[in-house]
């Protein structure tokens, strides 16, 4: 009897063990997917053999995230929305559904993706509802989400972008200040695009009817990088202003500078210059010249020896 506990007791040992090998293995799969090692992720797709419901849901998310077209990969993470809605891979692949169906503009169908994700480490939900709330023009919704995502998420990678669509959704109430103070957190974020936040700072101050203001955000973004397409977009924003008031001062988007061309001057206007300058009181030292027969052109010397 004790050696069948002792077996009983081995045999459970192992499979723990094996089970936490396999464990491992799978979640090497989001390792190899984030390194870029597809090859080695779908040979690996092809050998592991999973016993749970959370290794299944995750063998099917990275093979819906491997697929090469949008109805392929929609395809296959409903499959495993539908099987395994409960593990975090199954509610993974509801974001990323949700995802292609923003794509498609298919904003009813991404918002109730969105809504079944309950798992407190899908953070991004809240940004990507944001984005659905907008489109939907319930810009109060679109707010309080993306203001959940950057509070969550403060370093996540979307965090300018849900900052952006807080500006956004205050713009579309027409709530200025509001606007303003929420691009002013921009600033808080390392390496923010200092050139968009410029943009949209002239933006807010335009629309708000403030010129100046606008004037002097529009010219700190173009002169950051006067080549791009933020800079193109603030010349079209400048030039409508212009348009509503025509002495507005643009000379700095052509700042052009005098050319240095030598120009000829006429005898009688080189001596009214001269007459005009210093008094010379000392003749300057001129280099010696050729003899005039040797320096005149032929046909020159010619005339002038035959009259």
């Known amino acids: 009897m004790l050696g069948l506990r002792v077996f009983l007791s081995l045999l459970l040992l192992s499979a723990i063990s094996l089970g936490a090998q396999i464990r491992k293995d799978f979640r090497n799969l989001e390792k190899l997917f984030d390194e870029g090692k597809i090859s080695e992720l779908q040979r690996e797709l092809t050998t592991l053999k999973p016993n749970k419901d959370d290794e299944r849901a995750l063998m099917l998310y990275y093979d819906a995230m491997l697929s090469t077209g ?10 495993c929305v539908e099987q395994y809605p409960k593990t975090l891979h199954g509610q993974l692949a509801m974001l990323e559904a949700a995802k292609i169906h923003i794509l498609e503009r298919e904003m009813q169908k991404a918002g109730s993706l969105l809504r079944r994700i309950n798992s407190p480490d899908i953070v991004e939900r809240f940004y990507w509802s944001a984005v659905v709330f907008y489109w939907l023009d319930d810009y109060s919704a679109a707010i309080a ?9 403060p370093k996540g990678k979307e965090v300018e972008p849900a900052h952006y669509l807080v500006v956004e959704s205050y713009l579309n109430q027409r709530k200025y200040q509001s606007a303003i103070s929420s691009l002013s957190k921009i600033r808080h974020i390392k390496a923010y695009d200092r050139q968009y936040y410029h943009y949209k700072l002239g933006m807010v101050y335009e629309l708000n009817s403030n010129a100046k203001e606008a004037l002097k955000a529009y010219r700190e973004g173009y002169e950051l990088d006067k080549y791009s397409q933020v800079a193109f977009n603030i010349e079209e924003r400048l030039f409508a202003m212009r348009g509503r008031a025509p ?3 643009l000379s700095f988007l052509y700042p ?4 240095d061309i030598p120009v000829e001057i006429a005898s009688d206007s080189l001596d009214t ?7 010379v009181t000392e003749e300057p ?4 010249l050729p003899p005039i027969g040797d320096f005149l052109p032929v046909k020159l010397i010619g005339g002038k020896s035959g009259r």
């Open 285 to 288: 030292n001129l280099p010696d």
């Open 256 to 259: 052009y500078t005098p050319l």
């Open 145 to 153: 989400n993306a203001e959940n995502y950057i509070r969550l998420s």
């Open 70 to 79: 949008k109805s392929d990969a929609l395809s296959k993470f409903n499959t």
């Open 247 to 249: 002495s507005l001062d």
């Open 273 to 279: 210059e001269l007459d005009a300058g210093a008094e």
